[in-house]
């Protein structure tokens, strides 16, 4: 079995920072690419950032500059680091990891987090 667990998010004013948490745990052999996405009410999912095992990184072009992703491959763990945050980046922020279970080799799996809220009020 493997779990994803975000945490941190909450009620916020704009301009404040938040710093999220996904920790990966389990029966896992490698965790390979880890991504944060987001849901606004009533909108579709997105992407808002993917982090390799390498610490490769990339970002949604309204974010580049306030939020950075990092990991700590010792523990299976991404964070986001939201800096001024904005009314917008209201949603449900969700984590997804893609990782090799132990015992395989060849065929990695996606798994998700449940998601945590973050409000941000003007």
């Known amino acids: 079995q493997v779990q994803l667990v975000e945490s941190g998010g909450g009620l916020v004013q704009a301009g404040a920072s938040l710093r999220l948490s996904c920790a990966a745990s389990g029966s896992i052999r490698v965790v390979n690419v880890m991504r944060w996405y987001r849901q606004a009410s009533g909108k579709q999912r997105e992407l808002v950032a993917p982090i390799t095992d390498t610490g490769t990184t990339s970002y949604d072009d309204t974010v580049p500059g306030r939020f950075t992703i990092s990991r700590d491959n010792a523990k299976n763990t991404a964070y986001l680091q939201m800096n001024s945050l904005k009314p917008e980046d209201t949603a449900v922020y969700y984590c997804?990891?893609?990782?090799?279970?132990?015992?395989?080799?060849?065929?990695?799996?996606?798994?998700w987090g449940q998601g945590t809220q973050v409000t941000v009020s003007s």
């Open positions: 997804n990891a893609n990782l090799y279970r132990r015992g395989m080799y060849y065929r990695s799996e996606d798994y």
